[in-house]
């Protein structure tokens, strides 16, 4: 996988979506130096090194389309709303929460998004979603994210099983980083990803590249298929740089130099140099005065529906 990607010299990002990778990057470093310094509460899971897939699939999916993330949803809830505030308000508890502080990092619900850290909850979820979208308003999707660990459960194969059945607009994108928790993938999975999508008849598609532009390209017509009844699964071969949760990371040293070497992040530094600093820095400057002022604010209050 590592070769595979590193082969790969990422195009030129319009500023926009470079700005969207960098915030994501930021504000998830930035989360677990507050955990660090003990200024936040419980866990998260960041998405540190798979900023690209929400990044990617932002312009592809509409405000009529329903996402459902995971415990790892951070960079898919700034891809949608791009509210920094109100995540970060959330995850410390602090006025102007999403959702007024009872969710944390994990449990997100804000117009048709919804996250949840209970594995494979949300593709049943996402399928009754969709064939509500299929009956009421077609041309709509629903976009669910699992990760490779996410294949244990029987929900899964209960959600593709109607998926297919129905031909439902429900598209499936998993993060493929090679760990779940702590077992890497070869070890807890049996098969492909592929193969378990053949079984019920399901479109495939496998991402290697980082390469947002290269990632739009590919899955357009794909996605457009789904609108019309064509489940898919895209399975992105990522990395994950941190810890499954804020200091759990017990993979060995080559391991996570493998995920380093394969990171966008100093790729695209290297090959574009003037943009990536010009807008790193504005980042870095943004997440922190973004902090500072979320931490000055008064606890949240939970005032009930």
């Known amino acids: 996988m590592t070769e595979t990607l590193d082969r790969l010299r990422p195009s030129r990002l319009g500023d926009d979506d470079l700005e969207l990778l960098l915030l994501i990057r930021h504000f998830e470093l930035k989360l677990l130096e507050l955990y660090g310094r003990g200024q936040l509460n419980g866990t998260t899971h960041t ?21 459902f993330s995971n415990h790892r949803g951070h960079g898919h809830y700034l891809s949608r709303f791009r509210d920094p505030h109100g995540l970060l308000a959330e995850i410390m508890g602090r006025e102007g929460a999403v959702c007024g502080g009872v969710g944390g990092s994990q449990h997100i619900h804000r117009d048709r998004y919804m996250s949840t850290g209970v ?20 041309g709509a999707l629903a976009c669910v994210h699992i990760g490779d660990g996410t294949w244990g459960e029987g929900a899964v194969y209960e959600a593709l099983n109607l998926a297919a059945l129905w031909r439902l607009p429900l598209l499936v ?4 980083n090679g ?15 592929a193969g378990r999508a053949a ?13 947002v532009n290269e990632i739009r390209t590919s899955l357009g017509p794909l996605v457009a298929a789904v609108r019309q009844g064509e489940p898919l699964v895209v399975e992105f071969l990522t990395h994950r740089l ?14 996570v130099r493998a995920a380093r070497e394969s990171d966008w992040y100093d790729r ?5 140099p003037e943009q990536f600093h010009r807008l790193d820095g504005l980042a870095r400057a943004e997440v922190q005065a973004i902090a500072d002022e979320v931490a000055a604010r008064p606890p949240s209050r939970w005032e009930g529906p």
Do not use: W
């Open 242 to 255: 941190g810890p499954h949760s804020k200091g759990d990371d017990i993979r060995p040293a080559g391991a």
């Open 119 to 138: 594995q494979g909850e949300s593709l049943p979820v996402a399928a009754g979603v969709a064939l509500h979208l299929k009956r009421v308003e077609p």
């Open 179 to 193: 760990i779940a928790q702590s077992s890497p993938t070869s070890s807890q999975m049996a098969g492909t990803v």
């Open 47 to 67: 998405c540190l090194g798979q900023e690209y897939v929400p990044v990617a699939l932002r312009p592809l999916l509409g405000a009529d389309d329903h996402v």
């Open 268 to 272: 695209y530094a290297h090959d574009h």
């Open 173 to 176: 994108v998993v993060e493929n």
């Open 199 to 211: 079984a019920f008849g399901i479109r495939h598609h496998l991402v290697a590249s980082t390469d």
